[in-house]
């Protein structure tokens, strides 16, 4: 009988855990005084020499495969300009230089130590000069109104200090009928996918953190923002409200991460 009404018990914790985190405002330190945006600028900046080969191996090579996706929705609409958001060490800026035939390239992001790889991979590649690595503010873009064809943010917008306030600004610098894509990581919800899901992320993940990065609490931050962050139909819904069109969503690899499509208004 107490076995039957603790099992009950957890099942209703289990239902309402979704709204639950969902309330929760994760950041990676808990104890510091810095806000949001400072923590993240602070834990990139401190991962950044072993960011690369971290997640190639977190991800088991699969965000390799997810990129590609976001460079081909990018790459057939033609674009003379792109931003990459949170574009961390330039993969993804480099790949859109040489998939597309783009002038002008931005990647940005809040961490310098970041930016430092990244122009470290670009120092000797013909593509250099269509590519500008800049830090900002994903809230306060440095950029007028309309200036860009195409915006990706890849496994960063669940950082935003100020999520509807970061895709506001997205969507005022993007031109009209652009493109902007999401790349965000996702929580399965089918059997046994989720079980393996929080499984991996909340015992084997942070443990891969602590033993190969410099920084102890970073990935298992990761893995608690990835999982507060709203996915799927309810991130649509607000792409939606802040005036995006044409919003989609197509979950990858049994749903551990999600591209999200969405274009401004002609």
């Avoid at 230089?97 to 002008?104: M, Y």
Wanted: hydrophobic share 40%; proline share 4%.
């Amino acid at each position: 009988m107490y076995f039957a009404q603790r099992l009950c018990e957890w099942q209703k914790i289990r239902s309402f855990a979704g709204i639950a985190i969902m309330e929760k405002k994760v950041t990676p330190y808990k104890d510091s005084e810095k806000n949001k945006k400072e923590q993240v600028e602070q834990m990139f900046d401190t991962i950044s020499g072993n960011y690369d080969g971290l997640n190639r191996v977190i991800s088991l090579g699969s965000d390799v495969a997810w990129r590609k996706k976001v460079i081909q929705l990018v790459a057939a609409r033609n674009p003379e300009s792109i931003l990459d958001i949170a574009t961390g060490t330039g993969d993804l800026a480099i790949q859109f230089a040489e998939a597309t035939a783009a002038t002008r390239i931005v990647g940005l992001d809040l961490s310098e130590g970041m930016l430092s790889v990244a122009r470290k991979k670009t120092a000797n590649l013909p593509v250099t000069s269509r590519i500008e690595f800049i830090k900002g503010d994903s809230e306060a873009l440095p950029f007028s109104d309309s200036t860009f064809d195409a915006i990706t943010v890849s496994f960063g917008i669940r950082n935003f200090e100020d999520l509807e306030k970061g895709l506001s600004e997205i969507l005022r610098v993007l031109k009209p009928g652009g493109l902007f894509v999401i790349l965000e990581t996702s929580v399965p919800t089918t059997f046994p996918v989720k079980q393996g899901y929080y499984a991996y992320t909340k015992l084997i993940l942070p443990l891969i953190g602590k033993l190969f990065s410099k920084d102890k609490v970073a990935y298992s931050y990761l893995s608690e923002s990835a999982s507060s962050f709203p996915f799927g139909e309810k991130l649509n819904n607000i792409l939606l409200k802040i005036g995006f069109k044409e919003v989609q969503h197509k979950p990858q690899t049994f749903g551990v991460a999600t591209i999200y499509t969405a274009t401004k208004t002609l």
